[in-house]
Structure formats: C-alpha cells, structure tokens
C-alpha cells in the first residue's frame, strides 16, 4: 500500500474526487471493517482537517464508538439519540448546520458546530455510522452528502 497522497484542490469537490480513488485502493483488497474504517477517517480527517471523523458500530440496540481522529468522544449512542442515534433510526443521512438547534444532540466536544452522519448498510440494514464534526457552522452540504455517500459504499 502506498503512502497517503497529500491531496490539492480549491474545491471541496475537487479535492473528494481526488480522494477517492485513493480510499478505493486502499479499501478494496481489505476485507476487514475495522481497518478499512481506520484509514477511511484518517484520510478525511488529514484531507479537510475537521475536528473529530470517526465511525460508531451498531452493538445490539446501541452505537459504540470506532475508529476515529480527533479528541476523545462519547462511547455509546442509543438508538433514536443523537444525531448518530437519529441517523440510524431514520436510516438516512443527517446534515446540521448548526448542532445547537439540533434537538437531543449529543455534545461529546463543546468545540463542535455542525456535523453530518451517514449511515452504512449491510443487507439494508443499517451496521455502522460515519460521524464527522466541524468546529465551524454551516461546514456540510449536498456535496458532502454526495461524496461522503459514495465512500461509505465502499464499506458495505
Ligand atoms: N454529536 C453526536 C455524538 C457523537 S460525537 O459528535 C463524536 C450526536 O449527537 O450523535
């Protein structure tokens, strides 16, 4: 496997297109979730420096905390809390421009200001979620949405 490469663009959109062949190649020889998911947040969390990327596994009715870059986050999220907890429940991706006027959000980090989940499915049911914050408002659009999709994908 080759080294991360530092990836350019003026758009968030050029720079997703550039990582991800990248996450491809590193994802599609390697079967295991776990590793796949570790470098899947190392390699956004380097790319656009957000403040915590991480992924939360589905553990019977809860969500329990997996690979992930940033400062320490909370363990475990029942299902229907959250924004994390939200997303699952409703089996769709969740964008918040702002976590504050998010009801029940869960603030692992005061520092966080929006946020975007994306749930992962396996045989249509949903096994993981990829959780990314932002100290920054309003940072997630239907580019992120779009993009961040078509990863997760590639762990399914
Ligand atoms: N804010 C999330 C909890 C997870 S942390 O952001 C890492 C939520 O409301 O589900």
Redesign the pocket.
């Known amino acids: 496997m080759s080294e991360q490469l530092v990836i350019q663009g003026e758009t968030k959109q050029e720079r997703y297109e550039a990582l991800l062949p990248q996450i491809k190649s590193v994802v599609e020889d390697e079967p295991d979730l776990i590793a796949n998911m570790a470098n899947v947040a190392a390699m956004l969390h380097v790319t656009f420096r957000f403040w915590?990327t991480?992924f939360?596994r589905v553990q019977g009715e809860e969500l329990v905390l997996g690979p992930?870059q940033?400062p320490m986050?909370?363990t475990r999220?029942k299902k229907g809390?959250?924004?994390?907890?939200?997303a699952w429940a409703k089996a769709e991706t969740q964008v918040v421009p702002d976590?504050d006027q998010?009801p029940?959000?869960?603030?692992?980090?005061s520092a966080?200001r929006s946020?975007i989940?994306v749930p992962i499915f396996r045989a249509g049911e949903v096994v993981a979620v990829l959780?990314i914050?932002s100290a920054e408002l309003d940072t997630f659009d239907e580019t992120d949405r779009h993009y961040l999709e078509q990863i997760i994908k590639m762990l399914s």
């Not at 809390?81 to 939200?86: A, K, M, P, Y």
């Not at 029940?104 to 980090?109: E, K, L, Q, Y």
Request: glycine share 18%.
């Open positions: 915590w991480g939360y992930f940033g986050a909370c999220i809390r959250g924004v994390c907890g939200t976590v998010f029940g959000h869960i603030a692992c980090s966080s946020e989940v959780d914050d």
